[in-house]
C-alpha cells in the first residue's frame, strides 16, 4: 500500500524559500498514471491546490502561486519536492502532498471517460512563517 | 478557473438523521467532481470519485449524485464518526479547486 510522508522545515522567514519534500513509499499499480500533488489549508481553512507534478517532470501550477513555487520530481529516490519563494505570513499552513490518479472508463466502444482524484494523501506538515 | 460553491457551509444533525450536502461549479464539469472527508488534525480522505464512484471501504451510507453543474453528497442514517467536514473538488480542469467546505456537525 502506497504512503506518503512530507518532510521540512516547520518555520521560515519572511521572503526566504520553503522546500518540502515528499517520500513515496508502496508500489503504486502500474496499471494507473499518476501525478503527484501539493495541497495546502491554513489553519481553520479550506484546502488550496499547489499544483502537481508528473513522473516525466510535467508541471502544472495554480496561477495564484505559479510565479513563486516550483514543484519537481526524483523517481530514483521515490520523491517530489515543493519550493515556494519569498514566503510571506499568507503561506502559513499544513502542507499535504498526495498522489493523483488517472483513471479512464469506456462507457461505450470507442469512447473513453477520463477522471482524477487524489486517493493517498500524507499526514500533513505544518509551515509556519514568521521571523 | 472554476469556482465552487459547497451549501450549507455547516449543517447541525443527529444519529441516524439523512443529510444532504450541495456543490455547485461555476460552469459544467460533465462528472469530474470528487468528494473528500476531512477530520480535525488529519488529511482528507477520499469518499467519491468521479460524481458517484464510492471509493473502497467507503461505506454505502455515502453516496454522490448530480452532473454538469450540480453535484450533491448524502449521508444515511449518520453515524457518530461522520461528524467531520466535507470537501468537494472539481478535476475537470486545472487549476484544480475545492469547495470551501461544509462542516456537519452533532446536534
Known amino acids: 500500500q502506497v504512503q506518503l510522508q512530507e518532510s521540512g522545515p516547520g518555520l521560515v522567514k519572511p521572503s526566504q524559500t520553503l522546500s518540502l519534500t515528499c517520500t513515496v513509499s508502496?508500489?503504486?499499480?502500474?496499471?494507473?498514471?499518476?501525478?503527484w500533488t501539493w495541497i495546502r489549508q491554513p489553519a481553520g481553512k479550506g484546502l488550496e491546490w499547489v499544483g502537481r507534478?508528473?513522473?516525466?517532470?510535467?508541471?502544472d501550477y495554480n496561477p495564484s502561486l505559479r510565479s513563486r513555487v516550483t514543484l519537481s520530481v526524483d523517481t530514483s529516490k521515490s520523491q517530489f519536492s515543493l519550493t515556494l519563494f519569498s514566503v510571506t505570513a499568507a503561506d502559513t499552513a499544513v502542507y499535504y502532498c498526495?498522489?493523483?490518479?488517472?483513471?479512464?472508463?469506456?462507457?461505450?466502444?470507442?469512447?473513453?471517460?477520463?477522471?482524477?482524484?487524489?486517493?493517498?494523501w500524507g499526514k500533513g506538515t505544518t509551515v509556519t512563517v514568521s521571523s | 478557473d472554476i469556482q465552487m460553491t459547497q451549501s450549507p457551509s455547516s449543517l447541525s444533525a443527529s444519529v441516524g438523521d439523512t443529510v444532504t450536502i450541495s456543490c455547485r461549479s461555476s460552469?459544467?464539469?460533465?462528472?469530474?467532481l470528487n468528494w473528500y472527508q476531512q477530520k480535525p488534525g488529519k488529511a482528507p480522505n477520499l469518499l467519491i470519485s468521479?460524481?458517484?464512484s464510492l471509493r473502497s471501504g467507503v461505506p454505502s451510507r455515502f453516496g454522490g449524485g448530480g452532473s454538469g453543474t450540480d453535484f450533491t453528497l448524502t449521508i444515511r442514517s449518520l453515524q457518530p464518526e461522520d461528524f467531520a467536514t466535507y470537501y468537494c473538488q472539481q478535476s475537470d480542469s486545472v487549476p484544480y479547486s475545492f469547495g470551501q467546505g461544509t462542516k456537519l456537525e452533532l446536534k
Open positions: 507534478v508528473s513522473r516525466t517532470g510535467i508541471t
Open positions: 460552469q459544467t464539469i460533465s462528472r469530474s
Open positions: 498526495a498522489r493523483e490518479t488517472e483513471e479512464i472508463t469506456s462507457p461505450s466502444w470507442g469512447l473513453y471517460d477520463y477522471f482524477y482524484y487524489m486517493d493517498v
Open positions: 508502496g508500489d503504486s499499480d502500474s496499471d494507473f498514471k499518476y501525478y
Open positions: 468521479a460524481a458517484y
